[in-house]
């Protein structure tokens, strides 16, 4: 396989629990199970432990998107190392990204009724100690099963990074620059993925990929604790077992099923019946939360207009940029000979242009408003993959790479955060983690479908053909396949996102 707008400001406060500093809107914005009980207002914490928090909560997210894509240069060594098959190889990504979509819901909700800083701390020393257990691996299972744990750890830890950063900071221009900057980190981890994972494993070992996460873990989970302050939905709410259960083996099904397609293709049965099983478990899931009092997804959250909108278009731009990364690092290295490390280096510029558009992002929001810029992000990165569909096999670094790399990457830095600012600025405080949770879902199950159904677009044009012309001309495919999809998304944007995030 591999953010509260600017216009929130005008929306008034609301009381939070005696531990919680949250996000805020409407209490009327959706209906709650539980309503959160007048308190004193909590005194706003100082400006220098505002950005250690940040820095915290920024930190794991980088470490959470980071390993979607670090090992991918690595497989070759791993194999050789621990003589893993071609399927096995292909396990070493999937099993972390079928963990990560599957329980991704059910981590943002339990960080809600359980704590924010609890769950960061918990999912980011699982996935600490996954990663050193995967670095010390001495066989092919086991490797595996580490990163299936890191899955499951990412899966806890990334809705409480964007939860505990909306708390920490008021709504209004402030939190959309926080949300920029976590927005940027994220995309900047999936971005250094190839460069980080070449550079470890030509100058140490592959097992570095893993092994570099432990001191960073270590460093994260000691100012987290120091940094961090508990925040919970209000008390006495319990966790819905039964939706747990069934959105998580749901999407895990899903996400099974889109990993399948890659080696068995989309008609197979070992791809058909996890797919229709997964479907058929996240019906039932929306049948048992309709029914539940303290429902696991409050169906009500989709009629804001907000969240809706903005984890459908995440949803779809996902589908487009995680096959750009794939597809470019294959273009150098396939057809124009880059080893690793400088098919890496030179993805740089397009890694610096994510984060510039991302930071760039909250000071156009007030200018154009949170849709306005969403919709123009996605046509800049819709101009830079048809750039790319142009690609020939003797291209050039400036035409080929560097030029439709930094359009495409600057767009999507430029949409994504204004589309997590409408979807998170719209929650209820008690549902923030499970809002944060949703929004890192919809981005990850969008970006596995894409790459599946992009691959699959790409070797129907090449028709087995390994030569450059011929997976030239399959890689173009793709891009202009992506090209149609951010279209479609820009003119979804325009439709259905709402001019203000008060709209429902």
């Known amino acids: 396989m591999a953010r509260a707008s600017a216009e929130s400001a005008s929306e008034s406060e609301s009381g939070t629990t005696a531990d919680s500093i949250s996000p805020s809107s409407s209490p009327s914005s959706f209906p709650s199970s539980s309503p959160?009980?007048?308190?004193?207002?909590?005194?706003?914490?100082?400006?220098?432990?505002?950005?250690?928090?940040?820095?915290?909560?920024?930190?794991?997210?980088?470490?959470?998107?980071?390993?979607?894509?670090?090992?991918?240069?690595?497989?070759?060594?791993?194999?050789?190392?621990?003589?893993?098959?071609?399927?096995?190889?292909?396990?070493?990504?999937?099993?972390?990204?079928?963990?990560?979509?599957?329980?991704?819901?059910?981590?943002?909700?339990?960080?809600?009724?359980?704590?924010?800083?609890?769950?960061?701390?918990?999912?980011?020393?699982?996935?600490?100690?996954?990663?050193?257990?995967?670095g010390l691996a001495q066989e092919g299972w086991q490797l595996i099963a580490a990163r299936a744990v890191q899955g499951l750890g990412a899966a806890v830890l990334a809705p409480a990074t964007l939860t505990i950063l909306t708390s920490a900071v008021p709504a209004g221009a402030a939190r959309t620059r926080a949300i920029g900057t976590w927005t940027a980190v994220g995309a900047g981890g999936g971005a250094a993925g190839g460069l980080v994972g070449g550079v470890l494993t030509d100058l140490l070992s592959w097992r570095w990929v893993l092994?570099?996460?432990?001191?960073?873990?270590?460093?994260?989970?000691?100012?987290?604790?120091?940094?961090?302050?508990?925040?919970?939905?209000?008390?006495?709410?319990?966790?819905?077992?039964?939706?747990?259960?069934?959105?998580?083996?749901?999407?895990?099904?899903?996400?099974?099923?889109?990993?399948?397609?890659?080696?068995?293709?989309?008609?197979?049965?070992?791809?058909?019946?996890?797919?229709?099983?997964?479907?058929?478990?996240?019906?039932?899931?929306?049948?048992?939360?309709?029914?539940?009092?303290?429902?696991?997804?409050?169906?009500?959250?989709?009629?804001?207009?907000?969240?809706?909108?903005?984890n459908t278009a995440m949803?779809?731009?996902?589908s487009a940029s995680f096959g750009m990364w794939f597809f470019m690092t294959v273009y150098a290295q396939n057809v124009l000979g880059y080893t690793p490390l400088e098919a890496g280096l030179a993805l740089v510029p397009s890694s610096l242009s994510v984060v510039l558009g991302s930071k760039l992002a909250p000071r156009l929001m007030q200018r154009t408003g949170a849709r306005g810029l969403a919709a123009t992000g996605t046509l800049v990165a819709a101009a830079g993959f048809g750039w790319q569909s142009m690609m020939t096999a003797d291209g050039t670094f400036l035409s080929v790479i560097l030029g439709p790399g930094i359009l495409m990457m600057t767009g999507l830095g430029l949409a994504t955060t204004p589309l997590a600012a409408l979807a998170t600025g719209s929650a209820a405080p008690g549902d923030a983690g499970l809002v944060s949770g949703l929004v890192n879902t919809s981005r990850t199950m969008g970006g596995a479908l894409g790459l599946s159904v992009l691959s699959t677009v790409a070797a129907t044009r090449t028709a087995g053909g390994t030569g450059p012309q011929a997976l030239t001309e399959g890689y173009a495919l793709a891009f202009r396949t992506g090209c149609g999809v951010l279209l479609a998304a820009a003119v979804l944007m325009v439709l259905w996102l709402p001019r203000a995030s008060s709209d429902t």
Not at 96 to 122: E, H, P, Q, S, V
């Open 211 to 310: 092994l570099i996460n432990v001191p960073i873990g270590v460093l994260v989970l000691a100012g987290a604790a120091l940094w961090l302050t508990e925040s919970r939905a209000a008390a006495g709410r319990r966790l819905d077992l039964p939706g747990a259960v069934l959105v998580t083996t749901g999407l895990a099904a899903v996400a099974y099923g889109i990993v399948q397609t890659e080696e068995r293709g989309w008609g197979a049965p070992a791809t058909l019946l996890p797919l229709l099983g997964g479907v058929l478990l996240l019906g039932a899931f929306l049948v048992v939360e309709a029914r539940t009092k303290e429902a696991l997804m409050p169906l009500g959250l989709f009629r804001i207009r907000a969240v809706s909108a903005a």
């Open 315 to 318: 949803f779809v731009c996902g």
């Open 36 to 134: 959160l009980p007048p308190v004193s207002p909590v005194p706003p914490p100082s400006t220098a432990r505002t950005w250690a928090v940040i820095l915290a909560a920024c930190a794991g997210q980088f470490l959470v998107v980071l390993d979607v894509s670090v090992v991918n240069v690595a497989l070759p060594s791993m194999r050789a190392d621990l003589g893993l098959s071609a399927p096995g190889l292909q396990w070493v990504l999937s099993a972390y990204a079928i963990a990560f979509a599957g329980f991704m819901l059910l981590g943002g909700r339990a960080a809600d009724l359980y704590g924010r800083k609890r769950a960061f701390l918990l999912g980011l020393a699982v996935f600490t100690l996954a990663s050193a257990a995967g």
